[in-house]
């Protein structure tokens, strides 16, 4: 993770890539898709802000038999 001149700190795809267990180009095909979280391009670079990350998997989150973030009955 790195921490933009801005103050904000970003993923590089491969860190994302590596976060998730799924490879760079996974994450190349959603992009040209439509798909996954938002994304910043910047002079070649593909930079994932953190807060974007941990919002879309916040939102992305599933719970067995519950409410995501519910304790089980």
Known sequence: MSIGSDGV????????????????????????????????KLSGRVLYPASVVETYERQHMHAMGGVAGSAPQ
């Open 9 to 40: 700190a970003y993923l590089l795809e491969k860190e994302l890539a590596a976060r998730w267990r799924i490879t760079q180009s996974t994450l190349q095909r959603w992009r040209y898709r439509g798909m996954g979280p938002n994304f910043v």
